[in-house]
């Protein structure tokens, strides 16, 4: 079935840059809604960028002008590129999809297992 494996989160100094990734897996015909949140210990899980066919790309205040989302079609595979990272981005990373499949009918939300990102000041 669908699956969403997600990499790239390691240690990195403040002011640093990670690139992290999301690759989906199975039997998808397309993929309408790509995005990212992000939940630190104790924290409300943050919204950190969405990207849609017709919508754009849309970021958080907090990372706009250092992060940004792009996208390899060939193998469906999503990143997040993160520069001058900033101990507050510290989190659990999380990629999410929107897609059609060859398992059921429309469109259905898959969500990768999360992968931890920590700043040092």
């Known amino acids: 079935q669908v699956q969403l494996v997600e990499s790239g989160g390691g240690l990195v100094q403040a002011g640093g840059s990670l690139r992290l990734s999301c690759a989906a897996s199975?039997?998808?015909?397309?993929?309408?809604?790509m995005g990212w949140y992000r939940q630190a210990p104790g924290a409300q899980r943050e919204l950190v960028a969405v990207?849609?066919?017709?919508?754009?790309?849309n970021y958080a205040d907090s990372v706009t002008g250092r992060f940004t989302m792009s996208r390899d079609n060939t193998k469906n595979t999503g990143y997040l590129q993160m520069n001058n990272l900033q101990a507050e981005d510290t989190a659990v990373y999380y990629c999410?999809?929107?897609?059609?499949?060859?398992?059921?009918?429309?469109?259905?939300?898959?969500w990768g297992q999360g992968t931890q990102v920590t700043v040092s000041s």
């Open positions: 990207s849609s066919r017709g919508g754009g790309t």
């Open positions: 199975g039997r998808i015909f397309s993929i309408d809604v």
């Open positions: 999410y999809a929107v897609a059609s499949s060859g398992y059921r009918e429309g469109y259905d939300t898959y």
